[in-house]
């Protein structure tokens, strides 16, 4: 017997890297099919089924509507704050309303994702997708019908308004962009990247330019001969009113088509194997072996949006305050530009995200928007005295930032496992946010204390760009060393790599605490919680609280499929190697380990994504084969077999 499972298991572990050697063979003969990089897609979900191949293209749809009305709801604002600086003076001097307009939205939209990235996991995506359009709608509501004693408590209402729309606009995120990843995980490993671009991002992009289109067409009936600091008359109340009203048709046409998506067929299938619940196993599998990724997802988003929230909501100020121009011109201009680059270079990021990879794509934009900023600053004074070179060179600048967004986007959405896809794009993404918050909140701040502290000067702008510039060098840097490179790579072989890492965790946690049949075999496992262990580890005695984790973690076990004391024995001796495809990662392990040990880790990391447990299980099942597993003594693997 012992002969029997030692053979077994050692033939289970060493199944993958056989296929995985064998790969060209198997594609010749139609067997396996192989991405471009050489990885075998050994781990596909069932064939689509035409339901299926409709339901991804109404989902796709869907997608691509709600983010043409997140882009018009990000921008609604710009145009607003500065009308209203326009209009009244104690507005242009008044730093927190200037960046209460300015961040507001940010703070619904942190908020939104933090939120709806865990309802997104737990109830689903469509309902999540749901609520999201309810609110964007009612954030519009109020901002129609915001009012107020003075033109001040007016403003603070319309900050309610945008802050109301942002919650739903971050569920937007954490609801959709996961569920579009997963769906485009069905169609093409490949080209996954690129759709997953064009449905958000880029749709987003053309967003961005709609309300200005309609505020050139609003501003132009009430406003059009208003200037900075001039009191002109203009008839703010048709173009506050109206931006907002305009936005509520969009809205609603998405609300109505958000009763009619479903959620991706990955997360349906996740959510039946594991229901709705969470565990410690959960936590410590991200904490153990997700930081050094979490680091790149959530700083990198965090520097982007503090340079282009700060940058795009006082735009039109920069604008009119080095060349002069109207509030009318200043839209003319912002359009021209998107016209120009902004609303086609997000289509040439996309199309290559997928061919240099997330990572190089990424390194590209920082290096790009680094290098431009310097040079722009450098030749401040020279492209001030030609406006047109300034407007040319500025649009230059801004429009390679899209090769950072879109990694940006996608990276969060491909790092995680669908377990918890959703909830950890929430969290990087809103802690990004904090960016564009403190960004947009210290701009006008930095901006007038380089001037002197009088008044905002060209100098004090100047010397802000060069921050910025340094600021984006960074990014350059941290972004070569802590981005993970997730192109070409199957998410449902993460997903396997993260089950069997909460698997042999599991294992390994059940053999320290001293996990006994007498604990496998209770009957109120299911009552065992992570919320009341981490009551007890505070307000309990350690031996109580010693107790409760033991057999916390034989519940563990249980649901793991863990069921008896030679299985988990089994399964705690398989390797928990575990590459995150950070270059960070890499250079440390193979410091560490040597080129020969990180070779072996690298393989074991890979094998994990496609390890089948199945056999396994039958072998330990106590039920079939109860005679099997008395007779089977206690085995530990040998290194040789480990790797």
């Known amino acids: 017997m012992n002969a029997r499972v030692d053979v077994v298991g050692e033939e289970l572990y060493r199944s993958s890297l056989e296929i995985i050697r064998a790969s060209q063979e198997h594609e010749q003969k139609g067997g396996v099919e192989v991405t471009e990089t050489g990885e075998p897609q050994l781990n596909k979900l069932e064939p689509l089924s035409e339901e299926d191949k409709s339901t991804i293209r109404f989902n796709a749809f869907g997608t691509a509507a709600g983010f043409f009305v997140n882009g018009y709801m990000y921008d609604i604002s710009i145009v607003l704050l500065t009308m209203f600086s326009d209009i009244f003076p104690s507005v242009a001097n008044d730093n927190t309303l200037q960046s209460a307009i300015g961040v507001s939205m940010l703070y619904g939209v942190m908020f939104g994702l933090l939120a709806f990235g865990f309802i997104a996991d737990y109830f689903g995506r469509k309902k999540g997708l749901i609520m999201c359009s309810c609110l964007v709608l009612l954030g519009n509501i109020i901002g129609v019908a915001m009012n107020g004693t003075t033109h001040v408590g007016l403003m603070w209402m319309m900050c309610i308004a945008l802050g109301v729309a942002g919650l739903g606009m971050g569920g937007e995120y954490t609801c959709n962009v996961p569920n579009v990843m997963e769906d485009s995980e069905q169609l093409n490993t490949a080209t996954r990247g690129r759709r997953v671009a064009m449905l958000v991002m880029c749709l987003e992009v053309i967003g961005n330019y709609a309300p200005f289109a309609v505020q050139l067409l609003l501003v132009g009936v009430a406003c059009r001969h208003s200037y900075l600091g001039v009191a002109s008359n203009c008839n703010w109340n048709v173009v506050a009113r109206l931006s907002f009203g305009i936005a509520t048709i969009p809205v609603i046409t998405v609300l109505i088509f958000r009763t009619k998506m479903k959620d991706s067929l990955m997360f349906k299938k996740d959510q039946q194997r594991r229901g709705r619940r969470y565990d410690g196993l959960d936590l410590f599998v991200i904490l153990r072996h997700f930081l050094p990724r979490t680091v790149g997802t959530v700083i990198m988003w965090f520097l982007i949006d503090w340079i282009n929230y700060s940058q795009g909501t006082f735009g039109a100020l920069i604008l009119q305050t080095v060349i002069g121009v109207s509030l009318f011109k200043s839209i003319w201009i912002s359009l021209a530009e998107g016209a120009a680059w902004l609303m086609w270079l997000p289509f040439l990021a996309a199309f290559v995200v997928d061919k240099l990879g997330r990572r190089k794509t990424e390194m590209l934009g920082w290096m790009w928007l680094a290098s431009t900023q310097i040079i722009n600053t450098g030749f401040f004074w020279q492209l001030k005295a ?168 034989a519940s563990l076990c249980h649901s793991e499929k863990l069921l008896n004391l030679a299985h988990i024995e089994y399964v705690a001796n398989l390797p928990v190697d575990y590459k995150d495809l950070t270059l960070f990662s890499s250079l440390v392990l193979k410091y560490r380990l040597g080129k020969a040990g990180y070779h072996k880790f690298a393989e074991n990391s890979e094998a994990m994504g496609f390890y089948d447990s199945t056999t396994e299980m039958e072998m330990f099942d106590e039920n079939r084969n109860s005679k099997v597993v008395d007779d089977i003594a206690p085995q530990v693997l040998d290194d040789e077999k480990r790797s």
């Open 386 to 553: 030609k406006p047109i070179a300034w407007i040319i060179w500025s649009t230059f600048v801004g429009g390679f930032q899209y090769f950072v967004f879109i990694p940006v986007y996608l990276v969060p959405a491909e790092a995680f496992p669908t377990r918890i896809r959703a909830t950890m794009y929430g969290i990087s993404s809103a802690l990004g946010k904090m960016g564009g918050i403190v960004g947009t909140t210290t701009f006008p701040t930095i901006w007038l204390r380089w001037s002197g502290g009088v008044t905002k000067t060209n100098e004090g702008l100047r010397k802000t760009m060069w921050f910025y510039g340094g600021m984006e060098y960074l990014a350059l840097i941290i972004c070569t060393f802590f981005v993970p490179e997730y192109s070409h790579r199957s998410l449902v072989g993460e997903d396997t790599r993260f089950i069997e890492l909460r698997r042999r965790h599991c294992a390994r946690f059940a053999q320290k605490c001293g996990v006994t049949s007498e604990d496998l075999t209770r009957e109120d496992l299911q009552q065992y919680n992570l919320k009341t262990l981490i009551r007890k580890l505070f307000f309990a005695s350690k031996e109580d609280y010693s107790e409760y984790r033991r057999i916390y973690i």
